[in-house]
């Protein structure tokens, strides 16, 4: 994988942040906090855009239909899931 290098600015309080992250022994250098922070962002992206997806089938899937709670647990406790 090629890599980029890129110039970017901080405030103190974030510089000192991320020197304390790498002091603690959590990342090796301030590349390396960037690029898990980057990461992160990248997952959480991915699952909100997996529930607004379940969301926007759920809404499409009809009209809501009464849940019989009763009939639920005993389908559950019987073994029978249809």
Known sequence: MST???TITLTDQ??????AQIHAGLYTNDSEYIRDLIRREQERIAQVDALRAAL?????SGPP???DARAFKARMMTGAHG
């Open 14 to 19: 974030q510089d000192g942040w991320i020197k």
């Open 56 to 60: 926007i089938e759920g809404e499409n």
């Open 65 to 67: 239909q009464m849940f």
């Open 4 to 6: 980029v290098r890129k």
